[in-house]
């Protein structure tokens, strides 16, 4: 799809649409669920620009999402949301895409990061609560410089969900959230961990688009 000129085309087009629809409803009532949904457009919107060579549409369009996920990572703590995990898992996403991680994310926030998704699995669990922790896990490695070393406990803990939870709607999501990631960090990190790039690639686009 994003390789696709004609179809990214028109898919730059309907998020940039959707985008200017949510920047006015924020504008009328801003809440974390539609800071959220504009963040979340916002990454698809730098796909499409990393797809098409913009790099700095691509820059700006990361940029726009970490602003929204931080908005609703405030909105989301004065209301108590029991879900905050994901607005903060996809700003430490955009963080990474920066590069601006380098050395660590911020321990406390993983701490808190882990034990709201611990919580959540413990007490109502659902696909995407389970496959935050090992989302996360993900993330440190790539921010530490060490996703070889978790290559093969991350692969498990991905192939384990899937054969819990096989549906390619939940996988397609997970594999455009790594892609995201990982295809930023591959070309600045050495050979060793591009190869993890790679193979953890391969694993979630065959969950994602099995034959």
Request: proline residues 3%.
């Amino acid at each position: 799809l994003y390789a696709n000129p004609i179809l990214a085309d028109t898919y730059e087009r309907v998020l940039r649409e959707a985008r200017d629809t949510l920047d006015r409803l924020i504008a009328l009532h801003p809440t974390m669920e539609r800071e959220s949904i504009a963040g979340s457009t916002c990454k698809r919107l730098a796909l499409v620009e990393r797809a098409a060579g913009s790099a700095q549409a691509e820059r700006d369009a990361v940029h726009a999402m970490r602003a929204h996920y931080e908005n609703a990572e405030r909105r989301g703590r004065d209301t108590g949301a029991t879900n905050l995990y994901y607005p903060t898992l996809n700003r430490f996403a955009a963080l990474l895409v920066e590069g601006t991680a380098t050395g660590g994310l911020a321990a406390d926030e993983v701490a808190e990061v882990r034990h709201n998704l611990s919580e959540r699995t413990r007490d109502d669990p659902d696909f995407w609560s389970v496959c935050g922790l090992t989302e996360l896990s993900l993330y440190e490695a790539v921010a530490q410089g060490a996703l070889a070393d978790a290559q093969s406990t991350l692969a498990e803990g991905f192939a384990e969900l899937h054969r819990r939870v096989s549906g390619t709607h939940y996988w397609r999501s997970v594999f455009d959230s790594a892609r995201f990631v990982l295809d930023a960090y591959a070309p600045r990190a050495n050979a060793r961990e591009g190869k993890a790039c790679a193979a953890l690639l391969a694993m979630l686009e065959k969950f994602a688009w099995p034959e």
